[in-house]
Nanobody
C-alpha cells in the first residue's frame, strides 16, 4: 500500500514560503511518480507539479513554474513541494497523488492509484 499523507500547510503572508510534504508507507512508493494538485473553493482541481519516481525529472504548471520546486527523498518515502513567493491566488487545498512512474504520467492521466486527503494553504495578510 501507498497511503499518502500531506502536511506542512498553514497560513502564510503574501510573499512568504511553505514546504509541503507528502509521506507514504510501503516500499512501492519509490516506484511511483507523485503529483501535486490544488483546489480552491468553487474552482476545479488544478495540476501544480509532478516528479518522477527517481526524482530526476519534474513538471510544473505555468502558475508554479519558477516559484515551486518538487523534490523527493525515497529513503524517507517523502515528496516535498517547496512553495516560494506565495500570493493569495495560491490559497487552496493541496493534495498529492501517486500514479505511473514519470512526471508526465501525472499530467496525462485522469485517474491515479492513490490520493492524499489534502492540506490547506492560506495566503493572506
Amino acid at each position: 500500500q501507498v497511503p499518502l499523507v500531506e502536511s506542512g500547510g498553514g497560513l502564510v503572508q503574501p510573499g512568504g514560503s511553505l514546504r509541503l510534504s507528502c509521506a507514504a508507507s510501503g516500499r512501492a512508493f519509490n516506484k511511483y511518480a507523485i503529483g501535486w494538485f490544488r483546489q480552491a473553493p468553487g474552482q476545479e482541481r488544478e495540476f501544480v507539479a509532478a516528479i518522477n519516481w527517481s526524482g530526476t525529472s519534474t513538471y510544473y504548471s505555468d502558475a508554479a513554474k519558477g516559484r515551486f520546486t518538487a523534490s523527493r527523498d525515497n529513503a524517507k518515502n517523502t515528496v516535498y513541494l517547496q512553495m516560494n513567493s506565495l500570493t493569495p491566488k495560491d490559497t487552496a487545498v493541496y493534495s498529492c497523488v501517486a500514479g505511473g512512474s514519470s512526471a508526465t504520467d501525472i499530467v496525462h492521466r485522469n485517474e491515479y492509484d492513490f490520493w492524499g486527503q489534502g492540506t490547506q494553504v492560506t495566503v493572506s495578510s
